[in-house]
Nanobody
Framework: VQLQASGGGLVQPGGSLRLSCVASGVTLGYYTVGWFRQARGKEREAVSFIMSAGRETAYSDSVKGRFTISRDNAKNTVYLQMNSLQPEDTAVYYC???????????????????????WGQGTLVTVSS
């Protein structure tokens, strides 16, 4: 089983990137998938979640309105479109499955989910002029 995140790189402030999370050996469509990020010297932060059917999503306050998560289950892929990038978005971005514990709409509260079994290596996003 492998999840491969890609699409990171160097971008100027205000720019855009699209990250992809491609799974092999597992049917990603069965799972709620999350994007997380970890900046140097900081704790890991949940960025966005998308439920298996793709209709329900959640975003952290820090990215809401700028990032969009989506998925193509036929391609076994989850995407993260990142617009209006800022230097504070610089981090390694990871994708992985999560186990939702919430009732109702997806929740970014750490009490409302657990980390799942499938995670990939991250992709580095650097926002700098």
């Amino acid at each position: 089983v492998q999840l491969q995140a890609s699409g990171g790189g160097l971008v100027q402030p205000g720019g855009s990137l699209r990250l992809s999370c491609v799974a092999s050996g597992v049917t990603l469509g069965y799972y709620t998938v999350g994007w997380f990020r970890q900046a140097r010297g900081k704790e890991r932060e949940a960025v966005s979640f998308i439920m298996s059917a793709g209709r329900e999503t959640a975003y952290s306050d820090s990215v809401k309105g700028r990032f969009t998560i989506s998925r193509d289950n036929a391609k076994n892929t989850v995407y993260l479109q990142m617009n209006s990038l800022q230097p504070e978005d610089t981090a390694v971005y990871y994708c992985g499955t999560i186990i939702p514990l919430w009732v109702g709409p997806p929740s970014m509260n750490p009490k409302d989910y657990r980390m799942g079994d499938y995670w990939g290596q991250g992709t580095l996003v650097t926002v700098s002029s």
